[in-house]
């Protein structure tokens, strides 16, 4: 199958750390949205974008690109796509899709408008129609519509790559497996000095700043993905890939990494979530109160994703809990880089602390801030001099 365009999902706002990594890859970069980014290549580049990006959620190839303005008309110019070439009639095949255009009030009609085009192409030319259903186990094929403007891909992840397979235990409130990897890309902590993460809660962080330092490729524990249920696909290749990613990750990272948390219940998940993922060996974990974490000598950046919201907590004792934070910031951690993930500015103030960089994240669709602090030795003004 011959170059197209292949473009990157990703959670809002994290756009600019994908981008860098597709440029890591050797892949150009075409375009830049809020939540993706286009590339250009074959699909055997999708193998490499689905096992090495560390922030990228969905890997969609380029099939097909036309003018539509009804199901109708959609489902016409979907039909003359030559599905047979591309997949098997023994495939269970899903559609999803993002539409966007007044003929479509609910978008899982343009969903069964694209699949029964697809199937019909089948009955018509093989004579038998792939199963299809919800699940994104097997082929995934996804339509994005916007006024009159269709553009088919075959979606070569299937899953979310955000799902990786090791957080067997989530715990509340998680931290989605693709932003924490951008916000320790966001840190440049790449595995030189140390990574304390109190209050770790499952351990997301922790476990994804261990991949990252040793260069561990995120998709390694996935054995499943869309691109796998493709004609084009060859096992042989994608086990050569494998090898070769496991060759180049290194064994330790320069520096340790601390997680902590109060609750023993979930130091342990953790722990089974860094085992799952194969780096509980690198992580040193402990049960503490975020203020009682061991904060290593030789500095390294210390995370913080404290609650910031009325569901997590009470108002008032997250004032007290912010402002503990800059406490432990200013007396224990200095000659590190402090970050404070939240997404409640107001309590951001009770830090107490001025910030050096703001750097903005969703989660979800709660707008975040990434607060970064230089926690000198001694004053600022020795600190300059």
């Avoid at 009325?310 to 406490?327: A, T």
Wanted: glycine residues 10%; charged residues 30%.
């Amino acid at each position: 199958m011959s170059k197209s365009r292949i473009v990157v999902t990703c959670a809002k706002g994290i756009s600019s750390y994908l981008g860098e990594e597709i440029l890591g890859l050797g892949l150009p970069i075409l375009s830049e949205g809020i939540s993706n980014i286009e590339t250009e290549g074959s699909l055997e580049d999708t193998l490499r974008l689905n096992l090495f990006l560390h922030t990228g959620h969905r890997v969609l190839f380029l099939l097909k690109e036309f003018k539509a303005r009804h199901p109708e008309e959609l489902y016409k110019r979907v039909i003359d796509i030559p599905w047979e070439d591309y997949f098997s009639k023994d495939s269970t095949l899903c559609v999803t899709s993002s539409v966007d255009t007044e003929t479509i009030r609910d978008s899982r009609f343009a969903n069964v408008k694209c699949k029964d085009a697809i199937v019909d192409r089948f009955q018509q030319r093989i004579g038998k129609r792939p199963d299809s259903g919800p699940e994104r186990t097997g082929v995934v094929v996804h339509l994005y519509w916007k006024v009159d403007r269709c553009l088919v891909y075959l979606d070569t992840s299937g899953e979310p790559l955000s799902k990786r397979g090791y957080r067997k235990i989530p715990l509340e409130a998680p931290m989605q497996e693709t932003l924490a990897a951008a916000v320790v890309l966001a840190t440049e902590w790449k595995g030189e000095g140390n990574f304390v993460n109190p209050m770790c809660g499952s351990g997301t962080l922790a476990i994804e700043a261990a991949g990252i330092a040793i260069g561990k490729a995120p998709g390694l524990l996935r054995n499943n993905f869309g691109f796998m249920h493709l004609k084009a696909y060859r096992a042989e290749t994608w086990k050569e890939l494998r090898k070769k990613a496991r060759t180049q990750s290194r064994k330790a990272p320069g520096g340790k990494i601390v997680a902590t948390d109060m609750r023993p219940e979930a130091v342990q998940a953790a722990k089974q979530n860094a085992m799952t993922a194969g780096v509980e060996h690198l992580i040193e974990f402990g049960v503490c109160d975020y203020s009682e974490t061991p904060v290593p000598d030789l500095g390294g950046v210390i995370v913080l994703n404290p609650p910031y919201g009325e569901r997590l907590g009470d108002r008032k004792q997250l004032e007290s809990l912010y402002q503990g934070i800059g406490d432990f910031f200013k007396k224990k951690c200095q000659g590190y880089r402090g970050y404070i993930f939240t997404g409640n500015m107001d309590l951001s103030k009770e830090v107490g602390l001025r910030t050096k960089r703001r750097l903005p994240f969703y989660n979800g669709e709660i707008e975040c801030r990434l607060l970064e602090y230089e926690l000198y030795e001694g004053s600022r003004k020795a600190k300059k001099a």
